[in-house]
């Protein structure tokens, strides 16, 4: 099983920046695919971005097509930690963020979710 707790939602303006957190309850080097997802009010949750296991040489990133020039997904090892960078943030962007994680063994768990409000 893993355990996952998100941070660094909050609230901004228009154009501002966060990063989120995701810290897994067991080494990210053991689970398969980390993930952020979001869902908005009244909308289905979508896919914001992915990253695999491995190295900068192995591992394998996907974005959401609308995201992927503003959003960043990353990962330290050392930290144990993925991120989540999103830059100038838009009203759009107001969500619960979610972080997954999908195990070697095809299962999937879910963070409790962390709300990013943006607002003028």
């Known amino acids: 099983q893993v355990q996952l707790v998100e941070s660094g939602g909050g609230l901004v303006q228009p154009g501002e920046s966060l990063r989120l957190s995701c810290v897994p309850s067991?080494?990210?080097?053991?689970?398969?695919?980390m993930g952020w997802y979001r869902q908005a009010p009244g909308k289905e949750r979508e896919l914001v971005a992915t990253i695999t296991s491995g190295d900068a040489n192995t591992r394998r990133i996907e974005y959401a097509h609308s995201m992927q020039d503003r959003f960043t997904i990353s990962k330290d090892t050392a930290k144990n930690t993925v991120y989540l960078q999103m830059n100038n943030l838009k009203f759009e962007d107001t969500a619960v963020y979610y972080c997954?994680?999908?195990?070697?063994?095809?299962?999937?768990?879910w963070g409790q979710g962390t709300q990013v409000t943006v607002s003028s």
């Open positions: 997954k994680a999908r195990t070697y063994g095809d299962v999937d768990y």
């Open positions: 067991r080494s990210i080097r053991t689970v398969y695919i």
